[in-house]
């Protein structure tokens, strides 16, 4: 009787290769590791699926992120120009006085001055400073002429013929007309360099021989920082052009986008309330003149 072989524990598969040209090889692989083989072989379909879904997810949910991001960028950024607006405000009341305040608060019920016509391409001035001569009697003498008048025709003639609402200047108007045609070189022309805007000027006397001046500064770019300074001057009856001296800090401005300009200059010396007409305004900005505009001043109350 023939004795029992013991059972062998590391038992393996083998494995031959062979070639027409070449040597057999053998190659001896334990159950285990053939079954390693096949798990990988199921396995590796399904980890390279969950990877495709992975990253598509991650790109999904990485453009959301980039989207909120920019959505609150902008919020960001209004934020601070509100801010910017808020801060200014809260300087200008803790500096101005009551009548300042009211002047303010007041400025956006108050409708904006109607901006000046411009001049004629056959005007004899060639000012452009938008200011129109009429007829007018001071004294039994006539101060201006319009080209519609030296046709014969009347000033409301000349208004109905081209179609514009303009209103009848006063005598001390006709009187800066007639010192502007008389003296070409003081008009200042109107410049606009698109890098600013000013909305809702308000002028108004105050007592002690002072102009209250109000408007609303714009910078149409909020991606580029607008410094300068604001340069005031008014227009007298005789047509000369003088300086106003105003606080350093009322007139300088570096906004982003938005700030009220709002500040009290003396009269010059020798000029009186009743003979200022215009106002000019200009915005100083790296050593040049981005803006240049002319208002009306309404007359001095009695």
């Not at 396995?43 to 959505?71: C, H, T």
């Not at 408007?215 to 920082?225: A, E, G, I, S, V």
Request: aromatic share 4%; charged share 25%; with cysteine.
């Amino acid at each position: 009787m023939e004795p029992r072989r013991p059972m062998m524990t590391d038992e393996k598969y083998s494995l031959l290769l062979m070639r027409d040209d070449c040597r057999v090889r053998r190659l001896r692989v334990s159950p285990l590791a053939l079954r390693l083989l096949t798990i990988s072989l199921v396995l590796l379909p399904l980890l390279a699926a969950f990877g495709v879904w992975a990253g598509i997810s991650f790109w999904q949910a990485n453009r959301a992120l980039v989207s909120q991001n920019q959505s609150l960028d902008r919020e960001l950024k209004e934020a601070r120009v509100e801010l910017e607006r808020l801060s200014n405000l809260e300087a200008l009341l803790r500096n101005s006085d009551p009548e300042e305040l009211r002047a303010l608060l007041g400025s956006a019920a108050l409708a904006s001055p109607p901006a000046p016509a411009p001049a004629a391409p056959g005007d004899a001035n060639g000012a452009g400073d938008g200011v129109v001569a009429v007829t007018g009697q001071a004294n039994g003498q006539a101060v201006g002429q319009t080209p519609g008048q030296a046709s014969g025709q009347t000033p409301a003639d000349a208004s109905t013929a081209s179609g514009a609402d303009a209103r009848v200047p006063d005598a001390a108007s006709q009187a800066v007309a007639a010192a502007v045609a008389d003296s070409p070189g003081e008009a200042r022309e109107p410049l606009s360099t698109g890098e600013a805007r000013v909305d809702n000027v308000t002028v108004r006397h105050a007592s002690g021989k002072r102009l209250r001046i109000n408007f609303d500064l714009t910078n149409p770019d909020p991606k580029k920082q607008l410094t300068g300074q604001a340069v005031l001057s008014v227009q007298a009856a005789n047509g000369r052009i003088l300086p106003l001296k105003a606080e350093p800090d009322s007139i300088r401005f570096q906004i982003s986008r938005f700030k009220k300009m709002v500040t009290s200059v003396p009269l010059p010396e020798g000029l009186a309330p009743t003979d200022v007409q215009t106002l000019v305004v200009e915005l100083e900005a790296e050593g040049r003149i981005i803006y240049r505009e002319q208002f009306p001043v309404p007359a001095p109350e009695k």
